[in-house]
């Protein structure tokens, strides 16, 4: 059992940056593929990055490409997203997600969810 705790959202304006933190309990956090996906409002959960167990495989949506970047320190069994440039679009819950085994674009992969952490970009 994983259980995943979001941090760093708020309001920011455009241009601006935010760093995300996903915290996770367990011994077995180094085992597992992480990813952040968003969702803003009445639009589909997206995947935004994914990262594999060891951080060696990363993949980021085209949307996010070049201004977000996902890293993991499995020692403090955090991942996190590192977010520059940020515009209006960027507006959504974020998420943090763990499954086991190699990393996946698809929500429905994933076996563990955090509660989600709100990013606000104002124009």
């Known amino acids: 059992q994983v259980q995943l705790v979001e941090s760093g959202g708020g309001l920011v304006q455009a241009g601006g940056s935010l760093r995300l933190s996903c915290a996770a309990s367990?011994?077995?956090?180094?085992?597992?593929?992480m990813a952040w996906f968003r969702q803003a409002p009445g639009k589909e959960r997206d995947v935004v990055a994914r990262i594999n167990w060891t951080g060696s495989y990363t993949a980021y949506a085209d949307s996010v490409k070049g201004r977000f970047t996902i890293s993991r320190d499995n020692a403090k069994n955090t991942v996190y997203l590192q977010m520059a440039s940020l515009t209006p679009e960027d507006t959504a819950v974020y998420y943090c997600?763990?499954?086991?085994?190699?990393?996946?674009?698809?929500?429905?992969?994933?076996?563990?969810w955090g509660q989600g952490t709100q990013v606000t970009v104002s124009s």
């Open positions: 367990g011994r077995t956090f180094s085992s597992y593929a």
């Open positions: 997600a763990a499954r086991r085994g190699v990393t996946s674009s698809r929500d429905s992969d994933y076996d563990y």
